[in-house]
């Protein structure tokens, strides 16, 4: 069954690191565009980066722009996401996404959750002294 699986997640202090990753099985990942959400508790699901497939081509929302690098392992068929200068705020559950047309852009988030080809169960990311 084709799928996503992100992992990484876990508890860490402000200011910390957190690398995420969102793996494919049965599914190469090498000709979907790749995006990263979060939703915290009682907020809206928020679009965070994606990667193109076409030229790896990168987009980050100004919340995380300058703290998080998304990156991709065509070899390994996951891309990542590194966390760092970890705030409390960035406390979430972190979601990848795979869709094969949506391009790499701001638009790439404007659209709801099952418009995407492919949607990970999350991990949770805790952000506390």
Do not use: H, M
Not at 9 to 16: E, I, K, M, R, T
Not at 68 to 85: E, Y
């Amino acid at each position: 069954q084709a799928q996503l699986v992100e992992s990484g997640g876990g508890l860490v202090q402000p200011g910390g690191s957190l690398r995420l990753s969102c793996a494919a099985s049965g599914f190469s990942l090498d000709y979907f565009n790749i995006g990263w959400f979060r939703q915290a508790p009682g907020k809206e699901l928020e679009g965070l980066s994606c990667i193109s497939a076409s030229d790896d081509t990168t987009y980050y929302a100004d919340s995380v722009k300058g703290r998080f690098i998304i990156s991709r392992d065509n070899a390994k068929n996951t891309v990542s996401l590194q966390l760092n200068g970890l705030k409390p705020e960035d406390t979430a559950i972190y979601y990848c996404a795979a869709d094969y047309t949506l391009k790499c852009a701001s638009t790439y988030f404007g659209v709801g959750k099952n418009q995407y080809d492919y949607w990970g169960q999350g991990t949770q990311v805790t952000v506390s002294s």
